[in-house]
């Protein structure tokens, strides 16, 4: 139990277009998914928090209007990344708290995501 | 806040030799400790957890780590290190429902 996937695994799209990146828990309901963004040879930094049925919390630095996060439902949070240049290019990584376990995150394979 | 480091960033052990893989660890209260395994393009793996009770926890994969509160930290190790087991680890301390805050990795090298 306690799946999270990801979809698209990989995409790689042109400046200046916009990407939608989904995060699905498929097997629990959570009310609080995570936004995270990994350099290559780096760790993950959290970018924001979503959560369900109210506007995320972004982490400092992160730029709101840019990575748009929408959790419209409990299963499902999306990451849209608006106007994408090059330096967006990054590995992209969400993790779902189910209920009853808020000690402990699960984490989706991750996003590659490549802006030319 | 919290934080954690890992004070390597690079570990090349040879194969069948024993590891142990640093964390040290800066929260509150009492942590929620997490060691995570990555491969090159793969998602995170979750090796073992530390919430409390017994402080040496078993993970998968032969992984084991002891939390010490005293020196904060919550180091991984393994008796014998297969090639397989070549990665980029990662500790993380988090809080229940909330955030996790990840070391900046160490990268393992097995030599055959």
């Known amino acids: 139990g306690a799946v999270v996937s990801q979809h698209p695994s990989w995409v790689i799209c042109k400046s200046g277009t916009s990407v939608k990146i989904e995060c699905r828990s498929l097997?629990?309901?959570?009310?609080?998914m995570f936004w995270y963004r990994q350099f290559p040879k780096q760790s993950l930094m959290l970018m924001a928090t979503?959560?369900?049925?109210?506007?995320?919390?972004?982490e400092q630095g992160v730029e709101k209007d840019k990575f748009l996060i929408n959790h419209a439902s409990l299963t499902l949070s999306t990451l849209t990344v608006t106007s994408a240049h090059p330096e967006d290019s990054s590995f992209y990584i969400c993790s779902a708290i189910p209920p009853l376990a808020g000690y402990e995150q699960y984490f989706g394979p991750g996003t590659r995501l490549t802006v030319t | 806040a919290q934080s954690v480091t890992q004070p390597d960033i690079h570990i090349t052990v040879s194969e069948g030799a024993s590891l142990e893989l640093r964390c040290n660890y800066s929260y509150g209260a009492t942590p929620y400790l997490f060691w995570y395994v990555q491969s090159p393009g793969q998602g995170l793996q979750l090796l073992l957890k530390y919430f409390s009770g017994d402080t040496l926890v078993q993970g998968i994969k032969g992984f084991e780590a002891e939390f010490k509160r005293s020196q904060s930290s919550f180091n991984l190790r393994k008796p014998s290190v297969h090639w397989s087991d070549a990665a980029e680890y990662f500790c993380a301390v988090g809080a229940y429902a909330g955030k996790s805050t990840f070391g900046d990795g160490t990268t393992l090298t097995v030599k055959p």
């Open positions: 979503s959560n369900e049925g109210s506007k995320a919390t972004y």
């Open positions: 097997d629990f309901q959570a009310t609080t």
